[in-house]
């Protein structure tokens, strides 16, 4: 894995726009791209690959002419989110002992 200053700039930005998110309820807006280049002194480009990636993951949904807003993903990763238990029971073939 690499190192987190290693990783391309889009995915540093992923990871901080990521934990931002944690706190952000959702259906709120989510920051505009001018908002984002300016604050993060990135590039257009730096700011859509990062956007994209978060929309890919479930984090964000895009409405075009809305804006892009927060999904209910975020609860999942929130600390004081329920555990997710999964219970696995393997489908064994049967065999007729009689």
Aim: charged share 20%.
């Amino acid at each position: 894995m690499q190192k987190l200053a290693e990783q391309p700039k889009y995915r540093l930005l992923y990871h901080e726009l990521r934990s931002r998110l944690l706190n952000m309820e959702p259906g709120s807006n989510f920051y505009s791209m001018r908002d984002l280049m300016h604050n993060f002194s990135v590039s257009q480009s730096t700011v859509s690959k990062a956007v994209e990636a978060l929309c890919d993951d479930g984090f964000l949904s895009r409405n075009v002419g809305s804006g892009t807003f927060v999904t209910e993903e975020v609860l999942k990763y929130r600390s004081d989110a329920p555990p997710v238990i999964c219970l696995a029971i393997p489908q064994w073939l049967g065999y007729d002992l009689m």
